[in-house]
């Protein structure tokens, strides 16, 4: 079964979803970066799956541990001092994808594409692309904001059916 | 008098963030991480309002509001849904559930405060009665 939509719309798709989430919740500009494959340093990965009648996919923000801090500052203020543990820096990132994911799904379903969001899940290690189906459309998107970077990806199955 | 919020999110960094924003007004916040702490937290304070996340482990938010909804004492509770969830399927269960606002984050939090304002009266801090 091919794809029900393309890489390109899928960009356009991360391209919108990406800035509005950090406009609104951490009240700052993105910048989208050339696509540069450089390791991000101590990452922090949250990954959000995505489940459809026509197909499932993943939704993967990457994030070094410095942007995740900044991000913390940027979103909560003074009562980000109350995140001290690594868990709570991981629950922030967490949200912040489950944000997005939030976002990209109504485009998904404005599209046809009605699904169900899962509950993010963390991690410091990046899945490899050896692991995507060959039917899948994967897009990567990087951005920059302030100084730090970070990657927000969108990885689409169509079902066997 | 205070009004008694109950937050109910499994992410503490949401949880946070409506601590932040509710800061500036007489209120009393509680917090609870799944339906199930949510439920009990509920029975114990009688909330004025609760701000309930749909997706959560150990009972997600639908079924926390049915049980709510079970119960004679809290079923009058109004409820605002906050949510990266924006499923029809899912908006229109929690409709039929009775919950009074439904806002999808990414929110923006005067957005949010205004909703709040529509259900129970915020007043500010420094103007206590």
Request: aromatic share 4%; glycine share 4%; proline share 7%.
């Amino acid at each position: 079964m091919t794809n029900p939509l393309s890489q390109q719309e899928l960009i356009e798709i991360a391209n919108r979803s990406v800035p509005e989430v950090w406009r609104t919740q951490i009240k700052k500009e993105v910048q989208p970066s050339p696509i540069l494959d450089l390791p991000i340093p101590s990452p922090r990965i949250a990954t959000v799956a995505w489940t459809s009648s026509r197909g499932s996919g993943e939704m993967v923000l990457t994030i070094s541990s410095a942007g995740a801090h900044s991000v913390v500052q940027n979103l909560l203020g003074t009562s980000g001092n109350c995140v001290t543990e690594e868990t709570d820096l991981e629950d922030v990132v967490g949200e912040l994808c489950n944000m997005v994911a939030g976002r990209v799904s109504t485009e998904l379903r404005n599209r046809g594409l009605t699904g169900i969001l899962h509950p993010p899940v963390l991690s410091r290690t990046s899945p490899t692309d050896s692991a995507h189906s060959p039917t899948a459309t994967l897009c990567r998107t990087h951005w920059t904001c302030e100084d730090y970077s970070f990657t927000f990806s969108i990885d689409i199955h169509p079902n066997a059916s | 008098m205070k009004q008694k919020i109950l937050s109910i999110d499994d992410s503490k960094t949401i949880r946070l963030l409506l601590a932040r924003m509710f800061r500036p007004f007489q209120v009393e916040l509680r917090e609870a991480g799944n339906g199930e702490e949510g439920l009990a937290q509920a029975k114990e304070v009688r909330p004025d309002l609760i701000i309930l996340d749909y997706n959560m482990p150990v009972m997600d938010g639908v079924t926390m509001l049915q049980h709510l909804r079970s119960e004679p004492e809290l079923r009058s509770v109004p409820v605002i849904m906050l949510t990266a969830e924006s499923n029809p399927k899912v908006i229109s269960t929690v409709a039929r559930l009775g919950v009074r606002d439904y806002v999808v984050k990414p929110f923006q939090e005067q957005a949010l405060i205004a909703k709040v304002s529509k259900i129970i009266a915020l007043h500010p801090q420094d103007t206590a009665s």
